[in-house]
């Protein structure tokens, strides 16, 4: 199994800054691409930004310039730098990851069970 363990959310007032971590541990041979998304109430979950086993990113246009993804493919783990935060970007906020388990196993999309973003003054 592949485990997605999330951490950094919390609670900030606009214009404040967070960085969530994202950790990939359990059985793990190769990690494609790795990304973050969120669902606030009421809404669809949305991507918010991805990157790639090379480095390669993208950012929704909602948190370009505000967001910054990175990751560390030593130590399997993704980060989402967030400045100037807004109201609307409170949301759950997911880790994603297409990892494959053995050299002849499939591609899967594994989940983190989510870090709450709260950004209210």
């Known amino acids: 199994q592949v485990r997605l363990v999330e951490s950094g959310g919390g609670l900030v007032q606009p214009g404040g800054s967070l960085r969530l971590s994202c950790s990939a541990s359990?059985?793990?041979?190769?990690?494609?691409?790795m990304g973050w998304y969120r669902q606030a109430p009421g809404k669809e979950r949305e991507s918010v930004a991805s990157?790639?086993?090379?480095?390669?990113?993208d950012h929704a246009d909602s948190v370009k310039g505000r967001f910054t993804i990175s990751r560390d493919n030593d130590k399997n783990t993704v980060y989402l730098q967030m400045n100037s935060l807004k109201p609307e970007d409170t949301a759950v906020y997911y880790c994603?990851?297409?990892?494959?388990?053995?050299?002849?196993?499939?591609?899967?999309?594994?989940w983190g069970q989510g870090t709450q973003v709260t950004v209210s003054s």
């Open positions: 359990g059985t793990i041979f190769s990690i494609n691409t």
């Open positions: 990157i790639s086993s090379e480095g390669s990113t």
């Open positions: 994603n990851a297409l990892a494959k388990r053995s050299r002849s196993g499939s591609w899967y999309d594994y």
